[in-house]
């Protein structure tokens, strides 16, 4: 090859992936650290691939989206506190609630291009342990205080600290631009196009009795790893029905007629971590690994959810998804219609209901229901921001390797900012 010449492309194997339950905020992970929970997860991965050792793995990347400022630095301090090798490179990445998918997008680049022959890539958050920032006009008062030239200048500033200075800031679930909050926006989408209470109300659902399935026949006995007490996904209720979600009262769009948004029909708050293994076909064989799929293509979009058409639900703020995976077929010559298997994160039950009938809008075909989401979904799993993505990654891989013959499946994960990332996963 030229040294002018671009390197071919290698496939990107899906190995396999690990997590810890996901536990809801304040639970039984309130006072685990986004590290701790990442750092359990590499554990869990490194011990099941047997990744110990001088340079068993040549790349991490993983993010958080609630961080604290000691974790600025969170890749790599996981990889120093795990039994990975600690000569591990590793780098955060952070995209909202694409974090953990767009690590993986970050890492398998680098496999692509034979950068590296490996790597692990995933997220974790915490709502527990949300960082609680000081408050504004305090931190003004002790950075003027820290800049006086005189100790009487500094007490002058001191002096001004009042009461009200004390409360410190409480990350909000909000958007900046319009300082409304991500389930406040769906409401507005699921008033654009129509959604249901009792269409989001069956998929939630749905949603919770296919993961109890999967972890009934052992699906999850490769990916879920035991930790502080937890086995399975606190949010998961097996025994929910339509009916019982029915009863629940509104949380969203309450201040418009006959709202549909409830707890039981969008994500709860949740503290977790996932993380998946990719690495280039030689790597795998190499060391006897079977690929689950490959990672074969992904798309990203951004949506103008300030100005944009927002009321007729065109860019509503979960919305870019709608975008991105139109672009994401038309690139790669595929057909809705091509895919076994679907995962759309279910952020709400009507932003998913949403994006199928905004991808039906704009001419491709209805998806089939029962390749939805097949084994549950974050409605039934929670979710922790960043974890999100690597868990569905890993989920879709195993699904696909389960099957008998090839296989192709889909990824779309909707973020805040108005953002989209998706993805396909093929077994050959």
Known sequence: MSPLEPPRARRV??????????????????????????????????DRYDLHGPGAVG????????????????????????????????????????TGLQAVIAAANKIALGQTESAVAGGADTASDAPLGVNDGLRRILLEARRAKSASARLKALARIRPAHLVPDIPRNAEPRTGLSMGEHAAVTARAWGISRRAQDELAATSHRRLAAAYERGFFTDLVIPFRGLERDQNLRPDSTP?????????????????????GNSTPLTDGAALVLL????????????????????????????HGDVRDGEDGLLMA???????????????????DLVEIHEAFASQVLATLAAWEKRGLPPVDRARLNATGSSLATGHPFAATGARIVATLARQLAEREGP?????????AGGQGVTAILERP
């Open 13 to 46: 194997a899906v190995l396999g992936g690990t997590r810890v339950p996901f536990a809801r905020s304040d639970g039984p992970y309130a006072t685990a650290s986004n590290q701790e929970m990442l750092t359990a997860a590499l554990n869990g991965l490194t």
């Open 407 to 415: 296989g192709k499946g889909l990824i779309s994960v909707c973020a």
């Open 59 to 98: 790349e991490f990347v993983a993010g958080a989206v609630l961080k604290h400022s000691r974790d600025f630095n969170l890749a790599r301090e996981t990889v120093l506190g795990s039994r990975l090798d600690p000569r591990t490179p590793a780098y955060d990445i952070q995209q909202a609630c694409g």
């Open 279 to 306: 690495a280039s076909e030689e790597w795998a064989e190499a060391r006897g690994l079977e690929p689950l799929a490959y990672l074969t293509a992904y798309e990203t979009a951004a949506v103008d959810f300030v």
């Open 321 to 339: 998804p709608a975008y991105a995976v139109p672009r994401l077929l038309e690139r790669t010559g595929l057909d809705l219609a091509d895919f």
């Open 243 to 263: 009916e019982k979600l029915a009863a629940l009262k509104p949380v969203f769009g309450a201040d418009h007629p006959d709202p549909t948004m409830t707890a």
